[in-house]
């Protein structure tokens, strides 16, 4: 599969509303290898995962309470593009 994955300077250029469409194509294709896109909540910038993204698998028991929830970490701390090419690879392993 040849995808153009944008680089950390072209995400920059982007407007706001072109990184929101980029990040939602994302969390879809996240989805699809049944995972979920999780921004870190870090509000402080000089936090090492300040602005970074995890990708997470959750679980959840047959009562489906929102405590029940069990998330499993596949990836944490990457930017963007990073979690695209990671995703991006396991589209050609398959």
Do not use: C
Request: charged share 35%; no cysteine; proline share 3%.
């Amino acid at each position: 599969m040849d995808v153009d994955i944008p680089s950390a300077e072209q995400i920059n250029a982007m407007s706001t509303a072109e990184y929101r469409v980029y990040e939602n194509d994302i969390r879809r294709m996240a989805r699809r290898h049944g995972l979920e896109l999780q921004k870190s909540r870090r509000r402080d910038p000089r936090a090492m995962d300040y602005g970074k993204y995890m990708l997470v698998r959750v679980e959840e028991s047959p009562g489906g309470d929102w405590r029940s929830r069990r998330l499993f970490t596949y990836a944490r701390g990457l930017a963007l593009h990073e979690i695209h090419r990671l995703l991006t690879e396991q589209d050609d392993e398959t």
